[in-house]
Antibody, heavy 116, light 107 residues
Framework: EVQLQQSGTELGKPGTSVRLSCKVS????????MHWVNQRPGKGLEWIGR????????IYAEKFKSKATLTADTSSNTAYMQLSQLKSDDTAIYFC?????????WGQGVMVTVSS | NIVLTQSPATLSVTPGESVSLSCRAS??????IHWYQQKSNESPRLLIK???QSISGIPSRFSGSGSGTDFTLSINRVESEDFSIYYC?????????FGAGTKLELK
């Protein structure tokens, strides 16, 4: 069974950074791209970007190029996303997901709240 | 970026009705569209891949159609568990995008 286990709720102060993790079991992340998607309160899904864990290549949506940094550790089968210079607008649920033909597998999501 | 426009934003129906949800792309994307269902406080679930291909474990009342710029998710005889939000997503461009969603609600 494929499972994506995300780290717990994060509370960050404006101007700081947070690092989210997504540990995958039942699937070798070297064989796929790891994607990240967010959902602001009461809003729709927004694609942030993806990483190829095999070589570290990344692609970001334009609005997240200076906000998110995606990395992956193939030895622990874990993907990470760092969000920098946090603002209140970054308050959202962040999902990691595996894409094969469509986003087949999703993490449970982690709530990031930005507040002073 | 490829923009996906979903309509209607909200669809009010009674159980047993059959419905169609629309997703229109800002440019031709062949059949590179996927549909998801998201229930409150849950992660999205893949319903249909590549416009019309079924997904194992998804009830057969869900079906998809379309190509180019116009796509449709159909639900045959809506059941109570289907009331949720539906999103389309394109994979034609390496910069993936989602539609804004259609909320299916109980009339």
């Amino acid at each position: 069974e494929v499972q994506l286990q995300q780290s717990g709720t994060e509370l960050g102060k404006p101007g700081t950074s947070v690092r989210l993790s997504c540990k995958v079991s039942g699937y070798n992340i070297r064989n796929t791209y790891m994607h990240w998607v967010n959902q602001r309160p009461g809003k729709g899904l927004e694609w942030i970007g993806r990483i190829d864990p095999a070589n570290g290549n990344t692609i970001y949506a334009e609005k997240f190029k200076s906000k998110a940094t995606l990395t992956a550790d193939t030895s622990s089968n874990t993907a990470y996303m760092q969000l920098s210079q946090l603002k209140s607008d970054d308050t959202a649920i962040y999902f990691c997901a595996i894409y094969n033909s469509g986003f087949d597998y999703w993490g449970q999501g982690v709530m990031v709240t930005v507040s002073s | 970026n490829i923009v996906l426009t979903q309509s209607p934003a909200t669809l009010s129906v009674t159980p047993g009705e059959s419905v169609s949800l629309s997703c229109r792309a800002s440019q031709s994307i062949s059949t590179s569209i996927h549909w998801y269902q998201q229930k409150s406080n849950e992660s999205p679930r893949l319903l249909i891949k590549y416009a019309s291909q079924s997904i194992s474990g998804i009830p057969s009342r869900f079906s998809g159609s379309g190509s180019g710029t116009d796509f449709t998710l159909s639900i045959n005889r809506v059941e109570s568990e289907d009331f949720s939000i539906y999103y389309c997503q394109q994979s034609y461009s390496s910069l993936y995008t989602f539609g804004a969603g259609t909320k299916l609600e109980l009339k």
